[in-house]
């Protein structure tokens, strides 16, 4: 596969999947877009978990403005364009492989409906998110009034829309936007340990923690619990946890302790 976009590299069960348009504060074109699709669509064989970071200062700027304003797509031509994104960030959600962001810079537009996509995002100082689209004359059309609403709720999505409104780190932190908040230069090294964590987990649990969870929120609570009920059946059954529940029974596991204030 050649790749102009982004990079690939994987450590042990870990796939690093890096944006690299430093110079266009890795703003995503349709090529670029292409590129991410194929990679989380077919991942290297042996992926158990995904970190998705950014190159340079920034994770990632969104649109890439000047692509649609020399495109001048018709209505049409933006509208499949639109659900390319839904596609690849579907993919990304609902894959059964968790996706740990490493955050930094700018997230913003549609880099912030990227990183709404994935499943755990640390974010360095220093981070910030903001919608911008109706300063600027447009909608979001990547996902962001599925994804970005139901972390922050729809209401406050569309005041940082009409508002421009930039949240700092901690500000992000508490709506949800990132779960935690690390040193500079710091977000990577920390998403690539919990993502060799996370990779250690039976495939079966993870499947079932990335891809089910959201889509139990979409049901009524009858279905919802009917279907956490089937998850668990196909987790708590399955042989590949009978270990894990044998070194639990015989205190060989860590013993659970809060976060360090």
């Not at 050649?2 to 944006?19: H, K, N, P, R």
């Not at 690849?88 to 996706?99: E, R, W």
């Not at 079932?208 to 059954?237: C, K, P, W």
């Amino acid at each position: 596969m050649t790749l102009d976009y982004i990079t690939v590299e994987t450590e042990g069960a870990v796939t690093i999947v890096t944006l690299a348009r430093e110079s266009a504060r890795n703003a995503i074109n349709e090529d670029m877009l292409q590129e991410i699709e194929d990679v989380f669509r077919k991942p290297p064989k042996g992926t158990r978990s995904f970190v998705l970071a950014a190159k340079g200062a920034h994770f990632c700027a969104g649109l890439d403005l000047r692509e649609h304003y020399d495109k001048d797509r018709t209505p049409i031509e933006f509208m499949t364009m639109c659900q390319a994104w839904h596609r690849t960030f579907d993919v990304i959600q609902f894959s059964g492989i968790p996706v740990i962001a490493a955050l930094q810079g700018a997230v913003v537009g549609g880099g912030l409906e990227l990183a709404a996509a994935t499943h755990v995002r640390i974010a360095e100082e220093g981070t910030f998110f903001a919608l911008p689209e109706g300063q600027r004359g447009i909608f979001t059309g990547g996902g962001a009034t599925v994804r970005v609403a139901r972390i922050v709720t729809p209401a406050r999505m569309v005041d940082m829309m009409l508002s421009a409104r930039t949240y700092n780190t901690q500000t992000g932190l508490d709506l949800g936007l990132c779960h935690e908040i690390v040193g500079p230069g710091q977000a990577l090294v920390k998403a690539k340990a919990l993502a060799a964590q996370v990779a250690t987990h039976p495939p079966t649990t993870n499947f079932a923690i990335v891809t089910g969870i959201a889509r139990i929120n979409d049901m009524s609570t009858t279905d919802g619990l009917f279907a956490e009920g089937l998850l668990a059946m196909a987790v708590q059954t399955n042989p590949d946890i009978r270990d894990r529940l044998e070194a639990f029974f015989s205190k060989k596991t860590k013993r659970l302790e809060p976060d360090a204030e």
